[in-house]
Nanobody, 128 residues
Framework: QVQLVESGGGLVQPGGSLRLSCAAS????????IGWFRQAPGKEREAVSS????????YYATSVKGRFTISRDNSKNTVYLQMNSLKPEDTAVYSC?????????????????????WGQGTQVTVSP
C-alpha cells in the first residue's frame, strides 16, 4: 500500500525558510517521479516541483524557480522541498504525490491528473 506523509509546514515570516518532507511507504522514492503541489484557498491545485527517477532531474514552476529546491534521500525514502525567500503568495496547503501516467518525459511534469497517492498535505503560511 502506497502512502505519502507530508510534514514540515508552519507559520513563517516573509523572507523566511521552511523544509517540507514527504515520507513514503510502499514504494521506493528513487523508483518513482515524486511531485510537490500546493493549493491556496479558492484556487486550483498547482504543481510546484518534481524530481525524476534515477539521476533525479528536477522541475520547477516559474513562480518558485531559484527559491525552492527539491531533493531526495533514498536512505530515508523521503523527498524534500526546501523553500527559501518565502512570500505571502506561497501560502497554501502543500502535498506530495507520485507520477502514475505510463510515460514520463519531463514535458508534462506539472499535470496534476498524472499523479496519485496524494498525502494529506501540510499547511504553509507566510505572514508578517
Amino acid at each position: 500500500q502506497v502512502q505519502l506523509v507530508e510534514s514540515g509546514g508552519g507559520l513563517v515570516q516573509p523572507g523566511g525558510s521552511l523544509r517540507l518532507s514527504c515520507a513514503a511507504s510502499g514504494i521506493s522514492v528513487d523508483g518513482y517521479v515524486i511531485g510537490w503541489f500546493r493549493q491556496a484557498p479558492g484556487k486550483e491545485r498547482e504543481a510546484v516541483s518534481s524530481i525524476s527517477i534515477g539521476v533525479g532531474r528536477t522541475y520547477y514552476a516559474t513562480s518558485v524557480k531559484g527559491r525552492f529546491t527539491i531533493s531526495r534521500d533514498n536512505s530515508k525514502n523521503t523527498v524534500y522541498l526546501q523553500m527559501n525567500s518565502l512570500k505571502p503568495e506561497d501560502t497554501a496547503v502543500y502535498s506530495c504525490a507520485t507520477y502514475v501516467a505510463p510515460l514520463f518525459d519531463g514535458t508534462t511534469w506539472y499535470r496534476t491528473h498524472d499523479y496519485a497517492y496524494w498525502g494529506q498535505g501540510t499547511q504553509v503560511t507566510v505572514s508578517p
